[in-house]
């Protein structure tokens, strides 16, 4: 009985990561504007790692105050959690920073959630097709938009 079980286990747990199966494989460059004026350039991996329970982010983008340096700027973590019944993330910057929140979607869309400072923000990938994602940083609530921070587009290219 158990031989019969364990594969459907398994299955469901990796199920559980599959919303990041377009992202993963796959180089993520975009390039903006904050709202205050200051650029956001960033280029992301994703892979999926520890017999797929996880998947693990790397992040290049500007590593100095002035923007002018790039580099490994984040090493993040997404991980479904029993307990919760919730994806959660752990990002860590190369400033000492580390913000954690949770994973959702809504359709194609997938959105972190996560305080900051005293503000409770919303990073979302917006699905326009398997190689493009609308993204926006800000405060949304109730699937609208009260304020947003940064508004761009990540491409992808085929991992090299």
């Known amino acids: 009985m158990l031989i019969l079980v364990l594969p459907l286990i398994m299955c469901g747990q990796d199920s559980k990561l599959s919303l990041f199966d377009n992202l993963v494989g796959k180089i993520w460059k975009a390039e903006g504007n904050w709202g205050d004026g200051s650029k956001f350039k960033q280029e992301i991996r994703l892979r999926y790692s520890l017999d797929s329970t996880v998947v693990v982010v790397n992040s290049i983008g500007f590593i100095n105050k002035e923007q002018t340096e790039l580099g490994e700027r984040n090493h ?3 991980q479904f ?7 959660k993330f752990w990002e860590f910057d190369v400033f ?13 869309n997938i959105l972190y959630q996560y305080q900051y400072g005293e503000s409770y923000v919303t990073d979302m990938w917006q699905y326009v097709d ?10 949304y609530e109730n699937g609208t938009w009260k304020q947003v921070y940064l508004s761009t587009q990540f491409k992808a290219t085929k991992e090299e």
């Open 76 to 78: 993040g973590i997404r």
């Open 81 to 87: 959690d029993a307990k919760s019944d919730s994806i």
């Open 96 to 108: 000492g920073g580390r913000t954690e929140g949770v994973v959702l979607s809504e359709g194609n």
């Open 130 to 139: 398997d190689s493009t994602y609308n993204f926006k940083v800000g405060n």
